[in-house]
């Protein structure tokens, strides 16, 4: 059974950072590109970040790069999002995701391409 455990979010004041991890079990990490959607009330979910299978390429939305970085460790099977800087606007619930596949991350898949989700972290940031 493959999970996707999220874990680090919290509320946070404007300016202040967040690591956010997700620990993942029952499948083969290193298989899969790993990214970071986020769904704020009223929205569609976003990918914010991406990264290969190998760690070599990542790619982010417009709107937090510069301020967040992702990076996964095979080793552990574990993916990470550093959010510094945050914004309000920031504010949504956090999902991990899986993508089955060794590519590049140069475009940002959608929720369609996502094969495994975790069940998210809250992130609330306030101004």
């Known amino acids: 059974q493959v999970q996707l455990v999220e874990s680090g979010g919290g509320s946070v004041q404007a300016g202040d950072s967040l690591r956010l991890s997700c620990a993942a079990s029952?499948?083969?990490?290193?298989?899969?590109?790993m990214a970071w959607f986020r769904q704020a009330p009223g929205k569609d979910r976003e990918c914010v970040a991406v990264?290969?299978?190998?760690?070599?390429?990542?790619f982010y939305a417009d709107s937090v790069k510069g301020r967040f970085t992702i990076s996964r460790d095979n080793a552990k099977d574990t993916v990470i999002l550093r959010m510094n800087n945050l914004k309000a606007e920031d504010t949504a619930v956090y999902y991990c995701?899986?993508?089955?596949?060794?590519?590049?991350?140069?475009?940002?898949?959608?929720?369609?391409?996502?094969?495994?989700w975790g069940r998210g972290t809250q992130v609330t940031v306030s101004s």
């Open positions: 029952g499948l083969t990490f290193s298989e899969y590109a």
């Open positions: 995701a899986a993508r089955l596949g060794r590519r590049s991350a140069t475009l940002a898949p959608g929720v369609e391409d996502i094969h495994y």
């Open positions: 990264i290969s299978w190998s760690g070599r390429s990542t």
